[in-house]
């Protein structure tokens, strides 16, 4: 007779090493890595799980399919929950240059920019990562923004702002076209400001 305890069925066995916070902390610091090194497609679920020394089923059970784990990753980057508050918390004036200063900082910052770079050359070839890519900025980012708005299509001003980041984002990280790429970046949140404003505000 053996005194181990029948294991529950859908959740993978655990280890000590497995436990804990840390655990869940350490997939998501290793699907960003791996995210960023190799890209959407070559990026496996065991690969993360490898990364991060625990069992593949953990990953799974944490976060899902590589999807769910992608967009995960995507949001340690940006951190809308945290960063949303702060952005309209000085009411929508000024709120084109916040938020510009606000996305080319994330881009900016050498800890963030690996997997937004990963992020976005994935999205050129791979329907689900642009899908997760689409859904994060215009849902968890600009449309909290556009509740605020008193305008007219409000959703459409957000997919407006979204295209412009973007595409800023595009030309200057990844395919690095001159003068945009050398260009300092508090000048470009300057330029880019009044713009946001307009589309979000229409002012």
């Known amino acids: ?112 920019r690996a997997p937004m770079l990963a992020i976005m050359r994935s999205a050129l070839t791979h329907e689900a990562a642009a899908k997760v890519l689409r859904t994060f900025v215009l849902r968890r980012l600009l449309e909290r923004i556009a509740v605020e708005l008193d305008v007219p299509n409000p959703t459409f001003r957000a997919e407006l702002a979204a295209s412009h980041m973007i595409g800023i984002a595009f030309l200057r990280y990844v395919i690095k076209a001159d003068p945009l790429a050398s260009a300092d970046s508090e000048e470009i949140v300057k330029m880019v400001a009044p713009t946001l404003q307009r589309y979000l505000t229409g002012n």
């Open 1 to 112: 007779m053996t005194d181990m305890a029948p294991r529950r069925r859908g959740r993978p066995a655990r280890k000590d090493t497995d436990s804990g916070p840390s655990a869940q902390q350490k997939i998501l610091e290793s699907a960003r890595a791996e995210f960023a090194e190799r890209g959407y497609d070559k990026t496996s679920i065991r690969g993360i799980a490898k990364a991060a020394g625990v069992d593949p089923a953990l990953v799974h059970h944490y976060f899902g399919t590589k999807d769910e784990v992608f967009a995960a990753a995507v949001e340690v980057s940006f951190e809308p929950a945290l960063m949303v508050p702060v952005l309209l918390a000085d009411g929508l004036d000024g709120i084109g240059e916040r938020l510009a200063r606000y996305f080319i900082g994330v881009w900016e910052n050498p800890v963030t």
